[in-house]
């Protein structure tokens, strides 16, 4: 299944260094090829996410405070709020 996104939404993601790979579907695998996207443990409203990593690559919308990982990537967060995923 693909996954779509508001136009505005892709132009917010700037600094994305997959190429929106996670909007090909939720049974192909990113990043280092055996983990599917960032999994959504919690939202944080509407300003974030926290996650399970998807890979140890590094991502310029995931932060790590604590034992936490925060993801604030638009594409992300629009993918849980519409997919509920």
Known sequence: ??????EVTKK???KCPNNFYCLSGWEITMCDKNRHM??????????GL?????????CPYRSVID??????CPTRIEIFFKYRK
């Open 50 to 58: 926290i996650v399970i990593p998807s890979s140890e690559n590094g």
């Open 38 to 47: 960032c999994k959504a443990v919690r939202c944080l409203r509407y300003n």
């Open 1 to 6: 299944m693909n996954l779509n996104v508001t």
């Open 67 to 72: 034992s936490s990982t925060f993801c604030n």
């Open 12 to 14: 917010k993601t700037t």
